[in-house]
């Protein structure tokens, strides 16, 4: 088969991660597939910033969790790394160029054998005096949203792939 559509097909969402961290290398090719996908009018006004320390995600999931009301187990599956994609809120085209990088972001990750899952609870709450402190305290500009997070680590066990439904391709010829 086609090698990149082998990669599309076997990739999954997965939510159960093992505690070892990715290799930096393997961060390295994760990084570079996503800020090599598409942007509108190649603009590039996303970041890509990467969390790789426990407490630091913790804290981010405790924030999200009070201001969203999620319950306390909620810790976007406890990933050893988190990728946060922000872009300027002026952009219009913010969320669908981060959701480019994401989407380069998984597949990569998957062809390293290395699972993946987008978190998406920041994106209404970045306003919030508690997380847009945090995310200050990581970097990541005032005027940016955070559109969409990976989840990444290495897998821990097997993620059934969803079915697709029918009759959602129309040919006009
Ligand atoms: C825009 C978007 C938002 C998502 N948000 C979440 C999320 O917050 N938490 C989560 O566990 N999965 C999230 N997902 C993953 C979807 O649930 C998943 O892609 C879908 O169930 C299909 O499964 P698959 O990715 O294994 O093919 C999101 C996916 C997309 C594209």
Request: hydrophobic residues 40%; contains cysteine.
């Amino acid at each position: 088969m086609n090698e990149v559509l082998q990669n599309i097909l076997t990739r999954r969402s997965v939510r159960k991660f093992k505690q070892e961290q990715i290799k930096d290398e393997e961060l390295d090719l994760i990084l570079k597939a996503g800020v090599y996908a598409p942007s509108g009018m190649n603009k590039q006004s996303w970041q890509f910033t990467v969390v790789q320390n426990k407490e630091k995600i913790e804290s981010l999931a405790k924030v999200v969790r009070e201001a969203l009301g999620r319950d306390a187990g909620y810790n976007f599956y406890a990933p050893p790394t988190l990728i946060m994609l922000s872009n300027d809120k002026e952009n219009t085209n913010g969320l669908a160029d981060c959701s480019c990088a994401l989407e380069n972001i998984f597949l990569m990750a998957n062809s390293l054998g290395i699972g993946s899952c987008w978190i998406n609870q920041l994106k209404t709450i970045c306003d919030e005096k508690e997380v847009r402190e945090l995310l200050t305290s990581f970097g990541i500009p005032e005027n940016h949203i955070v559109w969409g997070m990976a989840s990444i680590g290495y897998p821990d066990g097997e993620t059934k792939a969803h079915d697709r439904k029918d009759g959602i391709i129309k040919f006009v010829k």
